[in-house]
């Protein structure tokens, strides 16, 4: 059972450094792509809107144990998806007060570079 135990160690440390250099490597090839892909400009319109929020607890005064209790973390994240003409659906991350300034059933032009949302300029 000790040896288990002694081989279980490493193999999930070396798992888990594994998936820490394979999101950082995923996020920096996104950010590439994005840079290299080219500055559209559609006709579209805003179909949906959502957010997701998530909660951390951390403890207090740093000690792992609790002992001090925890506060809360919250972040929450804005997603819109746009409609173009052809049909197709695209749903872009954005800033929180893009979000608030976005509506569903919104008319425009949505200018993006990739995966990034870059600005929406409403028809009137």
Do not use: C
């Not at 805003?46 to 809360?72: C, E, L, M, W, Y």
């Not at 197709?88 to 995966?115: C, H, N, P, W």
């Amino acid at each position: 059972m000790f040896n288990l135990i002694e081989m279980l160690f490493p193999i999930m440390f070396i798992l888990i450094f594994i998936i820490i250099v394979f999101t950082f490597v995923k996020g920096i090839a996104t950010w590439f792509k994005n840079n290299n892909s080219p500055r559209l400009t559609v006709s579209a319109r805003i179909v949906a809107k959502r957010q997701n929020t998530t909660h951390n607890n951390q403890p207090n005064a740093g000690d792992i144990s609790g002992a001090h209790g925890f506060h809360t973390i919250s972040s929450t994240s804005y997603y819109v998806t746009f409609q173009v003409d052809s049909g197709d659906r695209m749903e872009l991350s954005v800033s929180g007060s893009e979000y608030g300034v976005l509506a569903e059933g919104d008319k425009g032009q949505l200018i993006f570079q990739g995966t990034r949302y870059l600005t929406f300029d409403r028809e009137n």
